[in-house]
């Protein structure tokens, strides 16, 4: 196995993955269905990425792993078949990555990406895949001479119990992706319950509901352990600090939930290294784009990307938004919100109407679909309170925030207080200008 093709390359978990093997010395390429800057970027580190996916792309191959979201009628894949090219979905494909490794797996609805890259940050000398781009090392994949590998693993289609894990860490169980389930919760939490029994060493979020219930042993962190836990700007960075264990701890950025990852991270790499040794380390950890990413700042002005796409992980952010406004001077929050699927959405309804109390401005963009079939949502009617602002799309113009609306037309501009997007579809890119 020496030449790999990868169908849906543009994604961020199957990127991971390419760019790991190329790192490797492996013949790597792929395909998507669009040009974007994760693309561009791989096409830089030289892995040819073709656009858009037609079966000629399929050549000699050892291999071909396609992502989750690839149909049965994809052209690549039907080709690679009638080649007899050995075709492996994502998931079927993560133990030829992981067996060799003493991997530290973490997964979560909610902090996994943010836990998986404290940890890589932690543990300098390991192996890394992570759902986001660390901006320490500047990619999502990180190659090293070590055994250990910390990986993000992926519950949305149950592969996370195949990732083969000597450290399992779960941030926490809330329900998330259950179409993959059969909106089954009992076949939902017997995965988590088979990831965790996998593992020698399990640490996770003791205030968790499930978590609770399980009886065998784990390595159980709380955030009450965390005392004097404050909000700083250290060097104009965005710190929450806390004690932990009679040392003083910093991690990038600011909220509460920042700290229970922290600890997550924490207390799973004290398996291999002092935590005098960790206290330091964790200083190398400057966020993940997409996460409470700050794109702009001025003194009257802070643009904020956040890949929030769930009312608890936007709930939990805005707390964290609105501290950080005041500290910097700045007395009004206005949130930009692309839903993010219309099962998603309507799923969570009750929650998203509630995740957005206390923003002085509401803007909604279209629903993202990825890939699904519309579904009327009554988003004036639901999100009435807020008095929302309904756009099209937002173009960003040095610290101009213009609302375009379907006409092409700009319906309002911002250019004071604090703006923060979220959302899981093209919104990052709208806000860095890059579309």
């Known amino acids: 196995m020496h ?68 149909k049965n009628d994809n052209p690549e894949l039907i080709e690679a078949k009638k080649k007899g090219i050995n075709t492996y979905s994502r998931r079927e494909f993560l133990p030829f990555i992981v067996r060799d490794k003493k991997v530290i797996s973490v997964c979560g609805a909610h902090g996994k990406s943010t836990t998986t890259a404290i940890l890589a940050s932690i543990l300098n000398n390991a ?72 593992a020698k060493v399990r640490v ?9 219930k399980l009886n065998f042993p784990m390595k159980k962190v709380f955030l009450k352990d965390a005392k004097h836990i404050r909000f700083e700007l250290r060097e104009n960075q965005p710190k929450t600090v806390f004690e932990y264990k009679n040392l003083e701890f910093e991690v990038y950025g600011f909220g509460e939930h920042l700290v229970l990852d922290a600890l997550l991270a924490i207390e799973a790499a004290s398996e291999f290294i002092s935590l005098d040794e960790i206290a330091k380390n964790i200083k190398n950890y400057i966020g993940i784009k997409k996460r409470f990413d700050i794109l702009k700042q001025t003194q009257s002005f802070i643009l904020i990307d956040d890949y929030g796409h769930h009312p608890t992980e936007i709930k939990a952010t805005l707390v964290s938004t609105r501290e950080f406004a005041l ?24 929650g998203f109407i509630n995740c957005f109390e206390g923003v002085d401005e509401l803007i909604i963009l279209p629903v993202w679909a990825a890939g699904e079939e519309e579904i009327f949502i009554d988003f004036k009617k639901h999100f009435a309170r807020y008095n929302p602002i309904f756009a099209k799309k937002v173009k960003v113009d040095g610290n101009n925030i213009m609302l375009i609306d379907e006409n092409g037309k700009i319906i309002k501009s911002i250019k004071k207080g604090l703006v923060i997007g979220f959302g899981a579809g093209d919104i990052t890119y709208q806000l860095r200008g890059k579309i």
């Open 327 to 350: 500290l910097n001077g700045i007395d009004k929050v206005t949130a930009i919100w692309q839903p993010h699927k219309y099962s998603r959405t309507v799923d969570n309804l009750e």
């Open 204 to 212: 996770v979020n003791g205030d968790d509901e499930f978590i609770k």
């Open 3 to 70: 030449k790999i093709h990868f169908i849906g390359i543009g994604g961020i978990g199957l990127s991971a993955i390419a760019r790991y093997l190329h790192k490797k010395g492996f013949k790597v390429s792929g395909s998507d269905i669009a040009n974007t800057t994760l693309t561009k970027a791989l096409e830089k580190e030289g892995i040819k990425v073709f656009v858009p996916q037609v079966a000629e792309n399929i050549k000699d191959y050892d291999v071909v792993v396609y992502t989750a979201v690839v």
């Open 127 to 198: 192996n890394a895949l992570i759902g986001a781009e660390s901006k320490e090392f500047k990619s999502n994949a990180r190659v090293e001479k070590s055994k250990l590998l910390v990986f993000e693993a992926d519950e949305s289609d149950g592969s996370f119990v195949d990732s083969n894990p000597y450290i399992a860490v779960v941030t926490n169980t809330e329900p998330e992706h259950m179409e993959f389930y059969n909106h089954d919760l009992n076949k939902f939490y017997a995965h988590y319950e088979k990831f965790l029994k996998s």
